[in-house]
């Protein structure tokens, strides 16, 4: 499986914009880079995903390189209900139809009011 | 409804007895998964159902043992378990057959063996 490198943790002040970075130097052609997160007490949950080009939701935005090998989870205007545990994910595609969703470290954000 | 349901909560278990816990999802998806966290760790993936029948076995040890009996239910049998099996255990599904579906997980069950 590719690997995706993480910091263990980033601090934010509420209100300013966040960006958490993630290396993923082995990456294949046909991964998809996937973000999660996980609030305290809480099941992770789905933030974004993305192939090669930029990509906007309502959550947050996913800026990818041009050569793929790192991913930026932008989040624009940082609040409390954001300090989360921060997960950067290659899917993998294994077992016919099913694909493995593997979760490395992740980033430990912490939200300063 | 966007819920993954996991009973109970919490349980606390000696390593003689025989517990079960359960996952409950209504929209509609046919894998589900289960996972094992312990704290301050990532979660592992344990297993994986598709269209109700078991896909992906991470080597998890035969004490745990997975059940879906239909589309909306997927149990995990407990059996056995040793002190180090302590951890938060968590259930979630997804429509299977594309690389970007997004798995919906319940908030777990954190489970003590003593």
């Known amino acids: 499986d590719a690997k995706t490198t993480q910091p263990n943790s980033m601090e934010s002040n509420e209100e300013e914009p966040v960006h958490l970075p993630c290396n993923h130097s082995?990456?294949?052609?046909?991964?998809?880079i996937h973000w999660y997160r996980q609030l305290p007490s809480q099941g992770p949950e789905y933030v974004i995903h993305g192939l090669t080009s930029n990509v906007n939701n309502r959550m947050a935005s996913l800026a990818i390189a041009e050569d793929r090998k790192s991913s930026t989870l932008i989040l624009h205007r940082a609040t409390l209900r954001d300090a989360a545990v921060y997960y950067c994910i290659l899917r993998d595609r294994s077992g016919g139809s099913n694909y493995k969703l593997t979760f490395g470290k992740g980033t430990l954000l912490t939200v300063n009011p | 409804d966007t819920e993954v349901t996991q009973t109970p909560k919490h349980l606390v278990m000696g390593m003689t007895n025989k517990k079960s816990l359960k996952c409950e999802q209504h929209?509609?998806?046919?894998?589900m998964y289960w996972y094992k966290q312990k704290a301050k760790k990532p979660p592992e993936l344990m297993f994986v159902?598709?269209?109700?029948?078991?896909?992906i076995n991470e080597s998890v040890p035969s004490r745990f043992s997975p059940e879906c009996p239909n589309s909306s239910l997927l149990n995990l049998h407990l059996h056995a378990l040793q002190p180090e099996d302590s951890a938060l255990y968590l259930c979630a599904s997804s429509h299977p057959g594309t690389i970007n579906e997004k798995l919906f997980f319940g908030s777990g069950t954190q489970l003590s063996v003593l």
């Open positions: 082995t990456i294949s052609g046909t991964d998809y």
């Open positions: 159902y598709s269209y109700e029948k078991l896909s």
């Open positions: 929209m509609g998806h046919r894998a």
